[in-house]
């Protein structure tokens, strides 16, 4: 019998975790699914975890290191099931995110996807977001599209997507190291929209030095807008809107990128830098103060890690 849903995993050197995640999705309330990990040249102890399992559902696949994204495609290639989720190698499902979101596609057979919260939590699991601010996040039920492309709201691994489009648009982009995800949402969205699932916590979702949103963001003087300047350039998308709407939208995504790169330089503890974020942000996207729900949100986020200074900055 066929799957239901495929869940993907590119494994780079991730024998911290890896058995953690990979028991939060065999422990799952959906019996009906296969996970598909693909080992991207691990040089650590990964090979050797990933070979203690014993579940018939877990397929392990193995590849010289390529990157995230050519290992995720590479997984999306395998995939035998109608619906595809994509879990980092250090994140947490819920118990039954995999049921609500396959229920939810069933559902809404006109939806490309489907998209849940997340909740952030430290290398220790001790949570980073405060619950209570939830309902504040955009969470759009219509015109995905035009929503995700001025910020992204969607965490990879708090997403369902059907298998047949995520393949139609050539999955990720191997091109992009940071964002890559992101875009990818894009191309999805213009092939309709996203079902929106505000009620449901999907994923934990580790906060990690090493990962690729805290390396390579760059500077406050040259962020990193490689995977904007990407979406923005996509025939397919500036069809969509016009050349005014377009410039507005990119403004707020790139308010939205640089923001978080500031939040970023606060949480590894670079006080230096978080300042020449405030500077150079205050003159280059004064506009940010009309936005009252990301800078409450963004306030909220600096006081949560500061209260956790241990275990959001163990590994700096």
Not at 4 to 15: D, F, G, L, R
Not at 40 to 56: A, E, M, P, V, Y
Not at 114 to 122: L, M, R, V
């Amino acid at each position: 019998m066929f799957p239901k849903v495929t869940v993907v995993i590119a494994a780079y050197n991730a024998e911290t975790f890896i058995r953690e995640t990979i028991d939060s999705v065999l422990a799952q309330s959906l019996p009906s699914l296969e996970l598909i990990v693909v080992d991207d040249g691990s040089t650590d102890r990964t090979q050797k975890i990933l070979s203690s399992f014993t579940d018939d559902r877990l397929t392990v696949l193995r590849q010289e290191n390529r990157g995230v994204s050519a290992a995720r495609n590479v997984g999306l290639g395998a995939a035998r099931a109608p619906y595809i989720f994509f879990l980092d190698a250090d994140d947490i499902l819920q118990q039954d995110a995999l049921c609500r979101m396959v229920g939810t596609l069933d559902q809404r057979p006109q939806c490309i996807a489907c998209f849940g919260h997340h909740i952030k939590i430290a290398e220790d699991n001790t949570e980073l977001s405060a619950r209570a601010d939830l309902p504040l996040k955009l969470f759009p039920t219509d015109d995905t599209l035009g929503h995700l492309i001025a910020k992204n709201f969607i965490a990879c691994g708090a997403i369902c997507i059907r298998t047949d489009a995520a393949r139609s648009v050539g999955g990720f982009n191997p091109a992009l190291k940071f964002g890559e995800d992101w875009e990818f949402w894009c191309r999805l969205a213009v092939l309709g929209d996203f079902a929106a699932m505000p009620n449901d916590i999907i994923l934990r979702y580790r906060q990690r030095f090493s990962s690729a949103n805290f390396r390579l963001q760059n500077s406050p003087e040259r962020p990193n807008f490689q995977a904007i300047d990407v979406v923005y350039s996509n025939p397919e998308i500036r069809q969509r809107f016009s050349s005014i709407e377009l410039k507005r939208r990119r403004r707020l995504a790139e308010i939205d990128a640089f923001w978080v790169g500031a939040r970023n330089a606060y949480v590894q503890g670079q006080g230096f830098e978080f300042l020449r974020y405030l500077i150079i942000g205050g003159l280059r996207y004064p506009d940010s103060i009309f936005r009252p729900r990301l800078v409450y949100l963004f306030i909220r986020g600096l006081h949560q890690y500061a209260e956790n200074p241990v275990t959001s900055r163990s590994s700096s």
